[in-house]
């Protein structure tokens, strides 16, 4: 058999990648971007690069498992359906629920959404897309009537100024941001504006960074608004022939003041607020980006509509290089959207109005569909909590880690009658929670569709066998469907009969009502299924293309067809820093990771760059507190608490720790940053404020800390430990409040028959230990009072080594190479594995540029995610030696 190439998508972000994948006759795989995916036209970030390491079957859950035991798919299904219907039947439908996930495809959501809504008759399904795009969709519905985005990523390369607010492009959606600097270099007139409290890698781009004071952008975009009012901006044609509301949302946007006035409101000097005012009044052609930075808030609806007033009294919408342009977070947000995914929507794009109701009753023959609202995210599982959700199903997604208040939902888990878990990985924090656990396929294995941030609707398409017992959530589902009565409405047998539904629906008694219509494929093969390309929606019956832009021409889809202005104005977030808790908590993605790091956790490269968790403080703050550069901090807030590594670090923003979001009890002890986060949420779209939490950093007094570099697992040891792989073994960084007999720990960790190199200085508490096994290092501990360890980076590289040379075994415990040879020190370049150190010396030796580093280095040469990085190293060179 020669190789098969495979053409899928991406599974991390929401920008959607085309992926090729190449099966040779020994199974192995390999990935590169698909030259001809409109998506990314062959590139890919560092996450998508490494794809192919992460598809081990390691962890995986392989088994339907009851109460602990494994067993077969009959009498799992079984289990959830008896339980469920036993709930139904005693307290109503409302006492269950689904929480699903933006990692689903189309047409799991699908049978998710009609199962819940359609038959079993309650609301109650909700999505981990609440948490990073709700406010989006409201702020959509607002404005536009339909929860669409009018713009393409085409628009990024088309513009004349894109303004980043926040969304660091850079890191959480690399490909656009590659597709942006790639345009940068050809259109020398392409401005970039970042607004973002912190100073980002996509500010490597910016011709202007506005640090804004966290919470400020309604304050900012309603100066905007004012400005562009006042300067004769107003697309009067536009608003008179397409748009409502001017007038009210000028006033409300006026209450903020003058340009002074909204300049110290956002804590920005006054001349590069003005700066920004006037580049967008001056460029017709702007695209406004914006991501989790607007959308996490208790008030992100109204920053999103503050940001798509400006695009509407400008009339910028919809045409050629123009829009406001909401980035998901997740490869399959929109899809959810489409299907209904979220509590608030039916299916389709439809709403729970009468007609809607009664549209999708008589289209699914389904009497019993739920008739209201469901729960969104933070209230369902505060409704689990109160007892009064006795059966949850939680699919693909792990909100033990991710809501905010974490602890609390894991308490509110332990104490649900009935928890059903579909995921691929076997221990994740929730489904160690599960009365039952469901294998379910994973990217890779599975089969359909997902939408991306364009409104593109790509497939996703099966390359690996199923393994073990593991099912497509499809059919877990329609299986559950079947045993609580529904046999007939979930009968299908494959993806794309399923999506030939989901598309009929979209049509049904559409019209050009509703903005979400593919229609064209109402009656799709399973041949065409198979061989579709991607497009954008709409493409209503009749079409043969796709819709790229949307409202150029007005066509909203409100009832009177015009686009409302909505009057915001600005609010201080709900809960402020106070001298209890001073400190602002910020949390995001980090530049290698996805999520709670079930699969970038598995590949060596991607742990690289930023092995463990870190709070990320300006130095002022640190100084302030006497806190040092590597010192172990807890974050604690009023609702709970997290220790992780400090970094000083002088992008942030004074008064402001950044904390990444992906580490939790698997890869880390007390680093699950969302059980510091309030929960507070936007009173419309539920999505909860994972931006603007109080917190105090304190250090954490440790009698020892230290690390371990093995080629076996070794078991977490310490008060706080995290653990992740490295290449040919595992790291485990940890530090323990009391003594611990370190040799006869090393001895239960390290192989059997090693040679033991030790090394003991009590007077300073330094005990260190290394195992050699046939000349090879097998093992090696480092243990001291303090924090300042030896790099661990040219150790890790012995870990690869086929033999010690003398030199490397009499240095090994010293920690630190033999004279004249260097540690490359911390990766920086994750797909050639290139470190800081190299770097620098290369920009010493006269690499001046990222270009240079490049050809000279390779870094920075295949995804490109750490350019940014490399530039900022180059800079620093710079000043030091001007300095
Ligand atoms: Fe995947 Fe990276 Fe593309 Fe996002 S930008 S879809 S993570 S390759």
């Not at 469901?438 to 099966?462: C, H």
């Not at 190199?757 to 000349?775: C, I, M, S, T």
Request: proline residues 6%; aromatic residues 8%.
């Amino acid at each position: 058999m020669s190789t098969q190439t495979t053409a899928t998508t991406c599974p991390y972000c929401g920008v959607g990648c085309g992926v090729l994948v190449d099966r040779d006759a020994a199974g192995t795989v390999s990935v590169r971007g698909n030259p001809e995916h409109p998506a990314n036209f062959g590139r890919l970030c560092s996450k998508g690069s490494a794809l192919a390491e992460t598809l081990g079957l390691e962890g995986r859950l392989l088994t339907p498992e009851v109460n602990g035991q494994a067993c077969d798919w009959d009498q799992a299904l079984d289990t959830v359906a008896s339980g469920f219907r036993r709930i139904i039947d005693e307290y109503g439908p409302d006492a269950v629920a689904i929480y699903g996930s933006g990692q689903l495809l189309t047409e799991d959501y699908y049978v998710a959404n009609k199962l819940m809504k359609g038959f079993i008759g309650s609301p109650n399904i909700d999505t981990n897309s609440r948490l990073c795009m709700a406010s989006a969709v409201v702020g959509h519905k607002r404005a536009f009537g339909a929860d669409a985005v009018p713009v393409c990523y085409e628009d990024l390369e088309l513009a004349d100024l894109v303004v980043l607010t926040g969304s660091n492009l850079a890191w959480c959606h690399p490909v656009l941001f590659q597709r942006l600097r790639a345009a940068r270099e050809q259109n020398p007139n392409l401005k970039v504006v970042v607004i973002d409290p912190r100073r980002t890698d996509s500010c490597d781009i910016a011709d202007l960074h506005l640090p804004l004071r966290p919470g400020s952008d309604i304050a900012l975009f309603n100066g905007l608004l004012t400005h562009l009012s006042r300067y004769g901006k107003v697309d009067y044609r536009f608003l008179e022939q397409h748009g409502n509301g001017f007038s009210d949302a000028l006033e409300a946007a006026e209450q903020s003041g003058s340009l002074p006035e909204t300049a110290f409101l956002c804590g920005l000097p006054e001349q590069d607020v003005l700066q920004f005012f006037r580049w967008f009044a001056a460029t017709e052609k702007t695209v406004t980006v914006f991501s989790q930075g607007i959308n996490q808030s208790s008030v992100g609806t109204d920053k999103v509509n503050a940001i798509v007033n400006c695009h509407l009294l400008t009339g910028r919408i919809g045409r050629p290089g123009m829009g406001p342009f909401s980035i998901t977070g997740q490869p399959n947000a929109m899809g959810g959207r489409e299907v209904g995914g979220l509590a608030n929507q039916l299916a389709a794009h439809m709403d729970f109005t009468p007609e809607d109701i009664d549209r999708v009753r008589r289209f699914w023959d389904a009497p019993n569909i739920a008739d209201k609202p469901g729960l969104k995210a933070v209230d369902m599982f505060e409704a689990i909590g109160r007892g009064e959700i006795k059966a949850v199903w939680i699919m693909a997604t792990n909100p033990a880690v991710s809501l905010p208040d974490a602890d609390k939902v894991r308490a509110a888990l332990a104490g649900c009658e009935l928890v059903v878990v579909s995921d691929c990985m076997r221990e994740t924090d929730t489904a160690r929670l599960a009365t039952v656990r469901l294998p379910a396929l994973t990217w890779g294995e599975k089969d359909g569709t997902v939408t991306n941030s364009e409104r593109r609707i790509s497939r996703q398409r099966r390359f690996l066998p199923a393994p073990g017992a593991a099912r497509a959530d499809w059919w877990i589902i329609c299986e559950v469907a079947k045993r609580l009565g529904f046999a007939e409405a979930f009968d299908y047998v494959a993806p794309c009969e399923i999506f030939r539904e989901h598309a009929r629906l979209s049509g049904f008694e559409n019209g050009g009502r509703r903005a979400f219509d593919i229609g064209a494929l109402a009656e799709i093969s399973a041949a065409e299924y198979e061989a579709l390309t991607p497009f954008q929606w709409p493409r209503p019956a009749g079409s043969r293309t796709g819709q790229t832009r949307l409202y150029g021409e007005g066509g909203f889809h409100t009832p009177s067809g015009r686009a409302q202005l909505v009057p915001v104005s600005h609010q201080a977030p709900q809960n402020a820093p106070n001298p209890d808790y001073p400190l602002i908590l910020n949390t995001g993605r980090v530049r290698d990771h996805w999520h709670t790091l079930t699969r970038t956790g598995k590949a060596p490269r991607l742990c690289a760059h930023m092995p463990e968790p870190l709070a990320q403080i300006h130095p002022s703050d640190a100084y302030r507190l006497g806190l040092l550069e590597g010192d172990l901090v807890s974050i604690e807030s009023l609702w709970g608490k997290a220790v992780v590594r400090l970094r000083l670090d002088e992008q942030q923003q004074e008064g402001c720790v950044f904390v990444p979001m992906h580490w939790n009890d698997s890869f880390s002890a007390q680093a699950c940053i969302d059980a510091v986060v309030n929960p507070a949420r936007d009173p419309l779209s539920g999505e909860p404020e994972f931006k603007h939490t109080p917190v105090k950093v304190q250090s954490c007094r440790y009698q020892w800390h230290g690390f371990c570099l093995s080629r076996e697992t070794v078991s977490p040891i310490g008060d706080y430990w995290t653990q992740l792989p490295v290449v040919n073994g595992q790291r485990l960084e940890f530090a323990c409040s009391e003594g611990v007999d370190w040799h006869s720990w090393a001895q239960a960790q390290a192989p059997a028959e090693v040679e033991w190199l030790e090394f003991k200085d009590p007077g300073r508490g330094l005990f260190r230990l290394a195992a050699v096994q046939d000349n090879r290092l097998a093992f090696c501990l480092f243990i001291g009072p303090e924090p300042n360890l030896p790099e661990r980076e040219w150790l890790t590289t012995l870990l690869s080594a086929d033999s010690l040379s003398v030199n490397e075994r009499l240095a090994l415990l010293s920690g630190a190479p033999p004279a004249g040879t260097g540690s490359q020190g911390r990766t920086v370049c994750s797909c050639f594995g290139v470190g800081e150190n190299t770097i620098c010396a290369a920009v010493r030796a006269g690499c001046h540029s990222a270009k240079e580093i490049t050809r000279q280095l390779k870094a920075g040469g295949n995804c490109g995610s750490c350019l940014p990085e490399i530039e900022r190293l180059i800079a620093e060179n710079k000043r030091e030696r001007a300095a």
